[in-house]
């Protein structure tokens, strides 16, 4: 799975903050879709945002969509 969607949820370090793995990303998402928990609790557990696990949800989606 992250083979597959690794190309288009790679994103480039910043120069104030690295990026999210897509592993990490696709460890959320499968987590997320698999228990029906809320983006809240599935980014504590990760030590992320609400904001930033809606963002990593909404491309992760989109990207196997368009695959």
Known sequence: MCN????????ANFCMRSCI???????????????GNTLQMCGEMYGMAKSITSII???FCATIKSI
Do not use: K, M
């Open 21 to 35: 793995q897509v592993e990490t990303q696709v460890v959320i998402d499968l987590f997320h879709l698999s228990n």
């Open 4 to 11: 597959i969607v690794a190309p288009p949820l790679g994103i």
């Open 57 to 59: 949800a909404r491309d």
